[in-house]
């Protein structure tokens, strides 16, 4: 069955460091997305970034970029120059398969970015 | 390119009564979804429609939750009789199909509260 698993149910940063928010996951299938989201208080959800199983290179996004440890199945976010505005909700997601199957989400963890 | 639409935005009932939320996905996306999010926990997929045939309900309560999805475009999702564990923030989203990556893209929710 499809898992993902967060460990980190909030974190602080200082203003302008990096930080590296955890995901890990848990598939059988060889054909599999994963992607991170953020949560700000608003409550949308917005689509920040995405790997796909079969990528060689790590996923970049502008100030995102997503560390993919495919033996370790792991699928880090890591946020450099931290801004205030970052203080939100991330969630990690998977979708198995090589269509749009179904995609399940971490629990989330809550970042605090400190001025 | 307008976003996903959601209505109402809030809506407070009491135990026993129904409930009706709508969605109108991006122009031109063909897979639509619907998650309950409950307040500290990640969105749970209620049920994924592609165009109007539906491609998972595994998770969605059968015996009070009802959701359609008429010509592929707009959506409905439908409680009746509400229970009090179904307060939560229930979300809409779409992906296209094209591209392989199946981003999702959000509303910004019905907060519901059953009394």
């Known amino acids: 069955a499809q898992k993902i698993t967060q460990t980190q149910p909030g974190m602080f940063v200082q203003e302008k460091e990096a930080v590296t928010l955890d995901c890990t996951y848990d598939t059988s299938d060889q054909s599999y997305g994963l992607f991170w989201y953020k949560q700000p208080s608003s409550g949308e959800m917005i689509f920040l970034i995405y790997q796909g199983s079969y990528d060689e290179q790590n996923a970049t996004e502008g100030r995102y970029s997503l560390n993919f440890q495919k033996a370790r199945k792991s699928a880090n976010l890591v946020i450099s120059a931290s801004q205030l505005g970052d203080s939100a909700m991330y969630f990690c997601a998977m979708r198995e398969g090589a269509g749009g199957f179904k995609t399940i989400f971490g629990a989330g963890t809550r970042l605090f970015v400190k001025a | 390119e307008a976003g996903v639409a959601q209505s109402p935005r809030y809506k407070i009932i009491e135990k026993r009564q129904s409930v009706a939320f709508w969605c109108n996905p991006i122009s031109g996306h063909a897979t639509l979804y619907w998650y309950q999010q409950i307040l500290g926990q990640g969105p749970k997929l209620l049920i994924q429609f592609q165009n109007n045939g539906v491609v998972d309900d595994s998770q969605l309560p059968k015996d009070r939750f009802s959701a359609e999805r008429l010509k592929g475009v707009d959506s409905t999702l439908k409680i009746q009789p509400a229970k009090l564990e179904d307060s939560a923030v229930y979300l809409c989203?779409?992906?296209?199909?094209?591209?392989?990556?199946?981003?999702?893209?959000f509303g910004p929710g019905t907060r519901l509260t059953v009394t």
């Open positions: 989203a779409s992906s296209s199909d094209l591209g392989g990556t199946y981003e999702q893209y």
